[in-house]
């Protein structure tokens, strides 16, 4: 019994360095020429608590997460994000990362008072950024 244990608490032990040398999801290319971009608000805007975000995209299409189809990705909101996800990974679900994998091209965020940065990023069907990452310019908002 006593090795049974001692087994399985190896094994436990152990299982996080195997994960880590376990091979990732695959990475999307992402298509030549592709763009994401903030259609609005703009860039240094001032806005209300309750903000529309309209996202825009260039040279590829929108497929909702799950769904596998050559040149087309879904986006990824980043608020107050200092620091694109990793690449190989996918993209965190947290209140700073917010997912639209139904294919959702806008939102209505709810925001506290001050500045906030906002930067789209666009995934694929496993909400992994692609090769090269395909993200937008970071903008600046003021929120009253």
Same mark, same amino acid.
């Given at each position: 019994?006593?090795?049974?244990?001692?087994?399985?608490?190896?094994?436990?032990?152990?299982?996080?360095?195997?994960?880590?040398?376990?091979?990732?999801?695959? @990475? $999307?290319?992402?298509?030549?020429?592709?763009? +994401?971009?903030?259609?609005?608000?703009?860039?240094?805007? $001032?806005?209300?608590?309750?903000? *529309?975000?309209?996202?825009?995209?260039?040279?590829?299409?929108?497929?909702?997460?799950?769904?596998?189809?050559?040149? *087309?990705?879904?986006?990824?909101?980043? +608020?107050? +994000?200092?620091?694109?996800?990793?690449?190989?990974?996918?993209?965190?679900?947290?209140? #700073?990362?917010?997912?639209?994998?139904?294919?959702?091209?806008?939102?209505?965020?709810?925001?506290?008072?001050?500045?906030?940065?906002?930067?789209?990023?666009?995934?694929?069907? #496993?909400?992994?950024?692609?090769?090269?990452?395909? +993200?937008?310019?970071?903008?600046? @908002?003021?929120?009253?």
């Amino acid at each position: 019994m006593k090795h049974i244990l001692l087994a399985a608490a190896l094994t436990m032990l152990a299982a996080p360095v195997l994960a880590a040398d376990a091979p990732g999801l695959p @990475i $999307t290319k992402a298509p030549a020429g592709a763009e +994401v971009y903030i259609v609005s608000p703009k860039d240094g805007a $001032t806005v209300g608590q309750s903000v *529309t975000v309209v996202f825009g995209l260039k040279g590829m299409g929108v497929a909702p997460a799950g769904v596998k189809k050559e040149g *087309t990705g879904h986006h990824h909101l980043l +608020v107050d +994000v200092k620091d694109l996800p990793a690449a190989g990974q996918p993209i965190p679900l947290d209140d #700073n990362h917010l997912h639209f994998g139904k294919g959702q091209t806008e939102t209505i965020l709810k925001l506290s008072p001050g500045t906030h940065t906002l930067q789209l990023e666009m995934g694929d069907e #496993n909400h992994i950024p692609f090769d090269p990452a395909v +993200v937008s310019k970071k903008i600046t @908002i003021h929120v009253k």
